[in-house]
């Protein structure tokens, strides 16, 4: 494809693919000759850049340099750009190259078949690369003989599993069951261009290992048949065959996983018995497992219930040991007979049945024995029992008059065997021995006897029940202490406080029983009252026995209620009970302290203002930093709701208190503060900072700032430029400035700035200086590189010396040529040094100039082939003295950009139009030196590839 450079500046674009090989050429006219640079992606290419792969060529004739990369890799995708440069001007052209590649192995996969267990880690690589991504995955395929084909295969497979990975490293632990013995790993990419994909085979195994919960010690009893004793060893494959090693020495080998069997156990059989597993991988492991006799001792169990007199009653004995016991029934010293035994394994159940009669009662006992001698005795005592009752005494229920001197005593009587549990219960309520109810006592007497005592003060009725359970039966008996008494108040409101248009309640506790014959709730008003807004309901509500609570709900309380009227009319007397309740209206106290929300300075008037509301209003009373103020004072000023400090001083906190003490008992006391901070008057001041530190490149430097000031200064360090200054540190009285390593960056004006409220800011500036290096001082040792590069100067000079004394000589001699120029014809307007200054300009100014319409024709700056690069920082210097001003030189150029591959093949995407030009015209006395006119030469910018991305 052909890249037009008609404008400079144009970006074309190219792709290649990996593997293949690349070549950029790129050509330039100017005079002087241009220098060529490469830079990709914005950085230089050297000439010979060994790590990217990448070569440049560079041609004197015609000026052309030529980028080579062998074999082109994804890494060298980017914008490839070329700059000449010549003393009048720059210009660029670029070229984006994007390298695709099918997928490939970044590190190739490993096939080799591996043995793992069903717990391991596995930790396998799977790096694919490629452009497009080829996005690399790698899938676990279990139970599966071969894998699959291609790479549709893999990813269609529903019994595939996709294995999470990141860095292209793949870590994960294999779990699978002991039937699972395969699986596959596979590793697979893909894009456009192709796919790659690599499979690893494993075969799944569970090394041998002790099964869970077994034992290396196992007590076996004695006589046991056919007792059978397995390996405790398991693992995957399965054990093929197993080796025993008895006590005696003896081996025996067992096919697969089969117990060995002892047919009788005894005292000869104890002993360590050693278990070996092989299976078909050759995975072995051994263990021991220790046999010890042992025997039960015998035990007896009993079960048996007390029965009154004439019932039938069981014994029941259950005996167990090893070997088996032998079981009796024994009355106190003598066997009974009349026994059912069962003998059922290692147990002996003995059942014995009887009538209950006074024979019966005594001592019994079960007792077991072994053959070897052992003997066990469990002993019960046989009893009679009667059924639980109660006996109150008085049995009905008694009348008290309320505040008699002597109590009232009711008494419960229990009898039965076993002794009964005896339940008391207060109105409903359990009341244990030795607890109290209020104005009620019980009290144990002993044999099951309990006291109730009521005292006559406890008003209303006390409802007492006595109960008595055992195992034979159970009764209850209940009775009833009822206490009259007259009407009185227990608990009455006298006083309630209410805003305006509030809602309030007024409850008043009665001790009243039996009910009473009326009450009556009433307002009481003040003769000017005529409001009907205010409603009045009432309700009741039994609260404890004799003790009834009265409210009354008052809605919108108004101006001129005074108070509210309650009467309550006893049933039995007539008598009335009256309570007034005072209704005071009050509004709530509100209160707002308002003071300055800033930090007031030295020496101010500083006012704190209280605004209350309240009715009636409370009275005041003012605290400066917790001691009261008098009405007035040099330092402060009192007012009726206002506190002034005058001058207050600096550097302080003052707490004022305002304490509402109120008038009413409606309201209550409240504090209120506020604290008033005064800044300090001392400005900061910078202290103990040096002019000017010099430091060594990469060495540590640390400087603290430290200021003082009231308040406290903070304090801040600037890195100061050409135009602004940077905030690097900062902190309170002091600051650190710490650089780890000095570098060139960090050499400049350094400024600590102080600052706080009380004044002006200090500033104080430190110069950062670098110390002067030396080289080649006594005592030194070079390295290898300081040494080869001393020999390669050494040998440059040597080279290179002659051959600048040369150019030297010549250059002297052209100068002299050019002194001996005849000059032109006053007629022709240019005097000598006219001519001189052409032939030098001629020199210096390359022959080939770039037409433009929008230039003036009379203008002689020259402008290059060669775009400038206005990012570039390598700008010419501008003329020291110009030269005079010479008419235009007619010129002839042609600029063409081409992209070819490297087999010949050549498309042009955009032509450049060509610029008519001509070489400037040379008189006789020029004529012989000809040569010093440079001859325009066509330029282009060449780039060549196997494969173009397409036209520009």
Request: hydrophobic share 35%; aromatic share 6%; proline share 7%.
């Amino acid at each position: 494809a052909v890249v037009s450079t008609q404008s400079t500046g144009i970006v074309a674009n190219a792709t290649v693919l990996r593997g293949k090989s690349l070549e950029i050429s790129c050509q330039a006219t100017g005079v002087p000759n241009p220098t060529l640079s490469w830079t990709k992606d914005g950085r230089t290419v050297p000439s010979l850049n060994k790590e990217d792969n990448i070569a440049i060529q560079n041609h004197s004739s015609p000026l052309e340099s030529i980028l080579l990369v062998e074999s082109i890799e994804l890494y060298h995708s980017g914008n490839y750009s070329c700059t000449a440069v010549n003393y009048f001007g720059t210009q660029t052209h670029s070229l984006d190259i994007t390298v695709k590649s099918e997928p490939y192995w970044v590190e190739e996969f490993d096939t080799e078949t591996l043995n793992v267990t069903t717990t391991t880690t596995l930790n396998i690589t799977c790096q694919i690369a490629g452009y497009p991504d080829p996005n690399p995955r790698a899938y676990l395929l279990r139970q599966t003989t071969f894998p699959p084909a291609t790479a549709t295969d893999l990813l269609t497979d529903p019994t595939a599993t996709l294995i999470p990975y990141s860095h292209d490293l793949l870590s994960f632990t294999l779990t699978t069951n002991s039937s699972i013995e395969s699986a596959w790993i596979g590793c697979i990419g893909t894009n456009e261009l192709g796919s790659l994909m690599a499979f690893r085979r494993l075969f799944v195994h569970e090394p041998f290992h002790l099964v869970e919960n077994e034992t290396a010690r196992r007590n076996v009893y004695i006589e046991s048949e056919n007792y059978q004793l397995a390996c405790p060893i398991t693992g995957h494959p399965s054990p093929s065959n197993t080796t025993w090693t008895l006590p005696s020495n003896q081996t025996l080998t067992k096919i697969g996983e089969a117990p060995l069997i002892i047919e009788t156990f005894g005292f000869d059989d104890e002993g360590s018995y050693m278990c070996t597993v092989v299976n078909d991988w050759g995975m072995t492991m051994t263990t021991d497992i220790f046999l010890a006799v042992e025997y039960d001792k015998p035990n007896v169990t009993v079960d048996y219930k007390d029965v009154p007199m004439s019932h039938v009653g069981i014994i029941t004995c259950i005996g167990h040991g090893k070997p088996v016991v032998n079981l009796t029934l024994l009355q106190e010293t003598d066997i009974v007979n009349n026994v059912t035994k069962h003998i059922l394994g290692d147990y002996v159940v003995l059942t014995y049945t009887y009538l209950m009669t006074e024979s019966m009662v005594g001592s019994w006992s079960c007792r077991a024995e072994n053959v070897l001698g052992d003997v066990y005795e469990e002993t019960m005592l046989l009893k009679y029992f009667s059924a639980a009752s109660v006996i109150l005494s008085p049995p009905v229920e008694r009348n008290t008059r309320y505040n008699e001197t002597e109590p009232t005593d009711i008494f419960c009587n229990t009898t039965g065997v076993p002794t009964p549990q005896v339940t008391i219960l207060i109105n409903g309520l359990n009341s244990t021995a030795g607890s109290n109810s209020p104005g009620i006592l019980v009290h144990s007497l002993g044999d099951g006897n309990y006291r109730v005592r009521v005292k006559n003060s406890q008003l209303g009725t006390t409802r007492i029940e006595c109960g008595a359970e055992n195992h034979w039966g159970s009764e209850r008996l209940t009775t009833s202490v009822v206490n009259n008494y007259s009407l009185s108040c227990y608990k009455c409101v006298t006083k309630v406080c209410a805003s305006a248009n509030a809602d309030i309640s007024i409850a008043h506790i009665i001790a009243v029983y039996p009910e009473p014959r009326y009450i009556s709730w009433n307002l009481s008003t003040d003769p000017s009252y005529t409001d009907t807004t205010t409603r009045l309901q009432n309700t009741s509500l039994q609260i404890d026995p004799g003790f009834v609570e009265y409210e009354a709900f008052i809605s919108s309380i108004t101006p001129g209620i005074e108070g509210v009227q309650f009467e309550i009319v006893d049933a039995k007397s007539g008598s009335p009970l009256q309570v007034y309740t005072d209704l005071e209206i009050y509004e709530p106290i509100s209160a707002v302290l308002l003071g300055p929300t800033t930090a007031q300075r030295a020496g101010d008037n500083v006012t704190i203002t209280a605004s209350i509301t309240a009715q009636p209003l409370p009275q005041l009373r003012w605290f400066l930093n917790s001691q009261e103020i008098p009405p007035s004072s040099d330092e402060v000023v009192v007012g009726e709701s206002r506190l002034t400090l005058v001058h207050v001083t600096g550097g302080a906190k003052h707490v004022v208190t305002l304490e509402i003490v109120p008038v009413s008992s409606c309201h209550t006391a409240r504090t209120q503060s506020i604290v008033v901070t005064v800044l300090g008057d001392r400005p900061p001041s910078i202290y103990n900072m040096p002019p000017l530190i010099e430091k060594n490149e990469g060495d540590k430097l640390e400087l603290v700032c430290r200021a003082t000031g009231d308040p406290e200064p903070t304090v801040s360090w600037f890195k100061r430029s050409d135009t602004t200054s940077q905030l690097r540190f900062t902190g309170v009285k002091e600051v650190l400035l710490q650089i780890p390593e000095v570098k060139q960056e960090h050499v400049g004006t350094w400024e600590c700035r102080a600052t706080n409220n009380a004044g002006q800011t200090d500033v104080r500036y430190m110069e950062l200086l670098l110390a002067p290096t030396s080289s080649g001082a006594l005592g030194t040792q070079s390295s290898p590189e300081v040494i080869l590069s001393s020999i390669l100067t050494v040998i440059f000079v040597v080279l290179v010396g002659p051959l600048l004394l040369a150019v030297y000589c010549l250059k002297r001699r052209r100068q002299r040529q050019l002194k001996a120029i005849s000059p032109v014809s006053e007629s022709c307007g240019f005097n000598e040094r006219t001519s001189l200054e052409k032939e030098i300009r001629k020199l210096v100014t390359p022959d080939f100039y770039q037409s433009s319409d929008n230039q003036d024709p009379a203008s002689e700056t020259p402008n290059p082939v060669l775009y400038v690069n206005p990012y570039s920082t390598n700008k010419l210097p501008p003329l020291q003295s110009p030269l005079p001003a010479m008419p235009p030189l007619p010129r002839r150029c042609n600029s063409a950009h081409t992209v070819r591959s490297r087999d010949g093949c050549e498309n042009r995407a955009q032509s450049a139009s060509p610029t008519n030009c001509c070489t400037p015209a040379t008189t006789a006395s020029e004529h012989d030196d000809r040569k010093l006119s440079t001859t325009a030469q066509r330029g282009s910018v060449t780039s060549k590839s196997h494969q173009s991305a397409g036209d520009a």
